[in-house]
């Protein structure tokens, strides 16, 4: 840090500086300082929010817009490549402010989520729309943590950092919690997008007219604790800003910064995935709903909330971060494995799915948080005076790695399209399935000797198509007759056409399931001529079925490929700066407060200034 003698710049006040430059010439008490970070973090968890609302959507919006499952990840790639570029603007807050690049990308992004995705009906325009908000996602990636440093010593960087990265985990927990409660009464799943961009217009009003940053002088400083205030501002009076931020990205382009950069974008691979496309993940492989699926984010995000603010807590008392680094690393490894293995079973409990989840999210928690806060003190190693620049080459980077994995993961996951785009029909064909051990078998023409379940009736009731609608008119008239005959005229007799039909779908599809050849001709033939609608059930099923069997070995493959990004970042935590033993960390910082202990007396001695 270069200090030279310059003048004491007169400090701007008034409503222009609260609305326009929004710089604090003081450092702030702790309780405006506390109340500054949470408007940070409220800010990053709304932008967030709208940012992931499509991953909790996925399986609607696709089919609406027509849009491939590979179409979609291309998006995100285009999206993320896009927002690693704009992480280089999030460094230019370093020069021009944090605040204002914070609140107006904000406003814009409030904006497209409530004015113009809920009115678009063009994939293309929607997927301009996902890019924009991707460019300001990049920009206050940036320029979000880069305040949440400016407002937090050292000595509480890993909470601060904790909570800070409650934006994208709260985020994403607010996309798949409202969507959990309002689809099923929300029919268009455009309401989820005006919900976030009502939400967060809130929220911008809120940091416009009470969010601050710290002036220049101030924020380009090292502060191990808060009490080093008074010095701060005295070593303010002196430095540089000019000189103090000159080659930012250059500077800051250190294989140190750039190493553990890499080793935490490769380790947070799953969780690209979680946010983006694990709605998918529990519908095709477990058959859950899009409410259910949701459920389970539901309980991701959440643990991964609570596990970030715990973790840095537990990180700073300890003073060391890389043990918490390595174990996480390692717990996300063996967690991982349990996902790979339950992948395997498609009839594994919804609960199953939400304990290892869980267990998951808390070990990435274990490692992200203390990650965070070593990050930003290895930037403050080289220069505290280009934070955000440091933190745009961790976004760059991160983003770089997003947009890669979604352009390779089509290829690792080739079913997901069909399953996706055959979803109304695959429902249709397992609620038909789930009635099959009670309706009566060509082989053997009589009533099940059990009951159907009510809830096997309802559900064919409520797929809306004929040929399920008679097989539950069968089935009723079995379980209060228990008589063939009386059923079948319950259900319109054998002269009605579904009726044939499903005499001809049940053999037709047992065979499709086995792995039987059966042409289109001989669908056509007999079914075809009975229900269009039956027939084209089984078209379908011959898709479903190979994808079904096909899809967990494809997830399967790309959960692997994120547990060797975990090994990759548990290796590289070997490399980062930083103390394994809180033994030798509280000595420096012994040491450290002797400094400042010296330099204060040395200040307090120093004749206060004339005029």
């Known amino acids: 840090m270069t200090t030279t003698a310059v003048s004491t710049p007169v400090p701007r006040s008034g409503l222009a500086n609260a609305l326009g430059r929004r710089q604090l010439y003081k450092y702030p008490n702790t309780l405006p300082r506390l109340g500054y970070l949470s408007i940070v973090v409220l800010t990053t968890i709304m932008l967030y929010y709208l940012y992931y609302v499509e991953g909790a959507v996925t399986p609607l919006l696709l089919p609406y817009y027509h849009m491939s499952f590979q179409y979609f990840l291309y998006l995100l790639v285009v999206s993320n490549a896009i927002g690693a570029f704009s992480a280089f603007v999030g460094g230019l807050s370093d020069k021009i402010g944090r605040a204002n690049l914070t ?23 929607f997927a301009a729309s996902y890019c924009v908000i991707g460019f300001v996602e990049g920009v206050i990636l940036v320029s979000t943590p880069a305040l949440m440093r400016d407002f937090s010593p050292q000595m509480g960087r890993g909470v601060a950092m904790g909570f800070w990265a409650l934006g994208p985990t709260m985020g994403a927990l607010c996309a798949s919690l409202v969507a959990t409660h309002t689809l099923s009464h929300l029919a268009p799943w455009q309401d989820q997008f005006i919900i976030s961009g009502l939400v967060c ?141 339950q992948t395997g079973h498609p009839h594994t409990g919804y609960y199953s799915n939400v304990l290892v989840i869980v267990l998951l999210a808390l070990s990435i928690a274990l490692a992200y948080a203390p990650w965070m806060a070593n990050y930003t003190e290895q930037v403050e190693s080289h220069n505290p005076a280009l934070t955000a620049s440091g933190l745009a080459v961790w976004g760059w980077i991160l983003r770089i790695t997003v947009a890669l994995s979604f352009l390779v993961l089509p290829h690792v996951i080739t079913t997901s399209t069909v399953l996706v785009d055959n979803q109304t029909a695959g429902a249709t064909l397992q609620t038909i399935e789930a009635a099959v051990p009670y309706a009566p078998a060509p082989s053997a023409p009589k009533c099940s000797p059990g009951q159907t379940p009510a809830q096997v009736i309802t559900n064919l009731q409520a797929t809306k198509e004929v040929g399920p609608q008679t097989l539950a008119k069968l089935l009723v008239g079995c379980n209060s007759t228990h008589d063939l005959n009386k059923a079948l005229s319950a259900a319109g007799g054998l002269t009605n056409p579904q009726v044939q039909g499903l005499l001809a779908y049940s053999p037709l599809a047992t065979a499709i399931q086995n792995g039987q050849p059966v042409s289109q001709a001989e669908i056509q033939a007999k079914v075809g001529v009975h229900s269009q609608n039956l027939a084209s059930l089984l078209v379908a099923e011959q898709k479903l079925v190979p994808a079904q069997k096909a899809s967990p070995n494809e997830w399967k493959r790309w959960w692997t490929v994120c547990l060797l990004g975990e090994l990759v970042f548990a290796i590289l935590v070997f490399f980062m700066r930083g103390r394994w033993s809180p033994r030798a960390a509280r000595r420096d910082l012994a040491e450290h407060d002797r400094i400042v202990t010296e330099e204060l007396a040395k200040l307090a001695r120093e004749p206060a200034p004339v005029g």
Request: charged share 15%; proline share 3%.
């Open 103 to 125: 609140i107006y990308g904000t406003l814009v992004v409030a904006l497209i989520q409530l004015l113009a995705i809920p009115h678009i009906h063009d994939k293309f325009w």
């Open 201 to 341: 217009m809130g929220v911008v009003v809120i940091a416009f007219f009470f969010l601050r940053e710290l002036s220049p002088r101030l924020r380009d400083q090292l502060m191990v604790s808060e009490r080093e205030r008074a010095l701060v501002e005295a070593r303010a009076k002196g430095i540089d800003v000019q000189k103090a931020t000159r080659h930012p990205i250059r500077s800051m382009m250190k294989i140190d910064l750039v190493a553990s950069s890499i080793a935490i974008s490769v380790f947070l691979l799953f969780y690209y995935a979680s946010v983006s496309v694990l709605t998918i993940y529990w519908v095709v492989t477990f058959n859950r709903t899009t409410p259910q699926a949701n459920g389970i984010n539901v309980w991701l995000a959440a643990s991964l909330s609570i596990g970030l603010v715990v973790a840095g807590a537990l990180s700073d008392w300890a003073r060391v971060r890389k043990p918490f680094m390595l174990v996480g690393a390692i717990c996300t490894m063996v967690m991982m494995g349990f996902l790979i293995v």
